[in-house]
């Protein structure tokens, strides 16, 4: 007990993965900051997803949405291409399932194709919570709270490479989510849970990679955003 103190380690599990859909709502409990719920997309959804990243390889869609909004939102700011209805009717229940899960009216939904990790070290985000899927190509890599010395986050590190600088233990510590899944993370800034957000990153791999993936967050998260840009 006296070691797990020093490294700032949590020996109890703070997650929950499930393949029950109404098992995601666990991340209102206190001790979880990820919750997982493990799906499989259909075809059509996996193949709309490959046309929209040849179609648009560089895409960056980011926008605060209502709840109710209409696939015709995304046709119109995306594309028109029938095959890709498929990919926005999953947003849509995503959104809304987001949105009525917190009980809130709106959500910033981003949704971003990329070949190099957005965020290659492993952090915590200050925010409430946000919804993370991939639809193509490798999924957010993150840790079990149980496995990190926060310790050696951000400057903790000392410079050193999160593999070498005593974050984690060995490889093997690192979960993955696959195309499909849901991941609810909860932030540093959801209520009580300062110092336990959950520590995530952006896939690493061997070589290069093309990923679509989708993020939703609270719609005051966007607000905020957009205020901090403007002064």
Same mark, same amino acid.
């Given at each position: 007990?006296i070691?797990?103190n020093q490294?700032n ?10 393949n029950?859909?109404s098992k995601?709502s666990?991340i !209102? =409990?206190?001790?979880?900051n990820?919750?997982?719920?493990k799906? =499989?997309?259909?075809?059509n959804i996996l193949?709309?997803?490959e046309?929209?990243l040849i ?5 960056q869609?980011s926008?605060?949405?209502n709840?109710? !909004?209409s696939?015709?939102f995304?046709i ?5 291409d029938e095959?890709l209805?498929? %990919?926005?009717?999953?947003?849509q229940y ?7 899960? !917190? /009980? ?7 949704i971003?194709a990329? /070949?190099?990790?957005?965020?290659p070290r ?10 993370v ?5 490798p999924g ?5 709270? =149980? ?11 000392n410079?050193?490479? /999160? /593999?070498? +600088?005593?974050? !984690?233990?060995?490889?093997?510590d690192?979960?993955n989510? &696959?195309?499909?899944d849901?991941?609810?993370l909860?932030?540093?800034a959801?209520?009580?849970?300062e110092?336990l957000?959950?520590?995530h ?5 061997d +070589?290069?990679y093309?990923?679509?993936?989708v993020?939703i967050d %609270?719609g &005051?998260l ?5 205020f901090?840009? =403007?002064?």
């Amino acid at each position: 007990m006296i070691i797990a103190n020093q490294q700032n380690i949590n020996t109890k599990k703070h997650y929950s993965i499930s393949n029950d859909i109404s098992k995601i709502s666990n991340i !209102f =409990n206190r001790e979880i900051n990820i919750s997982i719920w493990k799906r =499989n997309l259909n075809s059509n959804i996996l193949h709309a997803s490959e046309i929209l990243l040849i179609k648009n390889s560089d895409l960056q869609f980011s926008e605060l949405i209502n709840k109710n !909004f209409s696939i015709d939102f995304l046709i119109d700011k995306i594309g028109a291409d029938e095959k890709l209805i498929s %990919f926005y009717e999953d947003i849509q229940y995503l959104t809304k399932l987001f949105c009525e899960l !917190f /009980d809130i009216k709106d959500a910033w939904l981003r949704i971003d194709a990329i /070949d190099k990790p957005m965020c290659p070290r492993f952090h915590a985000d200050h925010l409430k919570c946000r919804l993370v899927t991939t639809y193509y190509g490798p999924g957010t890599q993150w840790l079990p709270n =149980n496995l990190v010395n926060r310790n050696k986050l951000g400057h903790g590190n000392n410079g050193l490479a /999160d /593999d070498i +600088s005593g974050l !984690f233990s060995k490889k093997s510590d690192i979960e993955n989510l &696959d195309v499909g899944d849901i991941g609810l993370l909860k932030g540093e800034a959801w209520v009580n849970n300062e110092g336990l957000g959950l520590v995530h990153r952006s896939p690493h791999t061997d +070589s290069n990679y093309k990923r679509l993936y989708v993020t939703i967050d %609270f719609g &005051d998260l966007y607000r905020r955003s957009i205020f901090n840009n =403007n002064y």
